[in-house]
């Protein structure tokens, strides 16, 4: 099954919002509301920063909102701070009771 | 707090086998699905395998399936994952982590990885 589709790189400026796009199909991100979003650090593990489409766990900052229309899912991390400089991996249930990550989206704050 | 540490990564043959660990704690280990996770050097993240809290619930990603195996001893607090006839292209690091109690929804915590080199 081949990854779910995400933009290589979005960038942006201090203060300002970026929305990064993961894009599947009806078997997956179209199909369920079990869509997370994880960010990364170089040499770290991933953490979680949304799961189920739009909720947010205990302690990730509210400047990281998720969504999702049809077979896209979005996340967007508003006032960008130079903190939320990572790349960033959504993922998605899938029918085949199997789970699809995305290819990841490398952000960078100018 | 929830703590997972990744054991027995390491160098090994094209061919070869390796087993790996994690031990898993804050968290009553036996309610919860668990997954594998890998990264290929400088990639992305790539799903390997869940299992349910009881293990009657197994599940593969097809680049992986009938190589690897996963299971889990809940008395040890313990998931495993046994890689046989490993490729170059198996070199990755693999994380374990914590799924939700009654399905998977996506990772909800990771473990730190461990490093595992297919090469000759």
């Known amino acids: 099954q081949s990854a779910l589709t995400q933009p290589a790189s979005v960038s942006g400026s201090p203060g300002q919002s970026i929305t990064i796009s993961c894009t599947g199909t009806n078997s997956d991100v179209g199909g369920y509301n079990y869509v997370s979003w994880y960010q990364q650090h170089p040499g770290k593990a991933p953490k979680l920063m949304i799961y189920?489409?739009?909720n947010r766990p205990s302690g990730v900052s509210d400047r990281f909102s998720g969504s999702k229309s049809g077979n896209t899912a979005s996340l967007t991390i508003s006032g960008l701070q130079a903190e939320d400089e990572a790349d960033y991996y959504c993922?998605?249930?899938?029918?085949?009771?199997?789970?699809?990550f995305g290819g990841g989206t490398k952000v960078t704050v100018l | 707090q929830v703590l997972l540490v990744e054991s027995g990564g390491g160098l090994v043959k094209p061919g070869g086998s390796l087993r790996l660990s994690c031990a898993a704690s804050?968290?009553?280990?036996?309610?919860?699905?668990m997954s594998w996770i890998r990264q290929a050097p400088g990639k992305g993240l790539e799903w390997l395998a869940y299992i349910s809290s009881s293990s009657i619930y197994i599940s593969y990603a097809d680049s992986v399936k009938g190589r690897f195996t996963i299971s889990r001893d809940n008395a040890k607090n313990s998931l495993y994952l046994q890689m046989n006839s490993l490729r170059a292209e198996d070199t990755a690091v693999y994380y374990c982590a914590r799924e939700d109690k009654w399905l998977v929804r996506g990772p909800l915590q990771w473990g730190q990885g461990t490093l595992v080199t297919v090469s000759s």
């Open positions: 804050g968290f009553t280990f036996s309610d919860y699905f």
């Open positions: 189920d489409v739009t």
């Open positions: 993922s998605s249930y899938t029918s085949s009771n199997t789970l699809l």
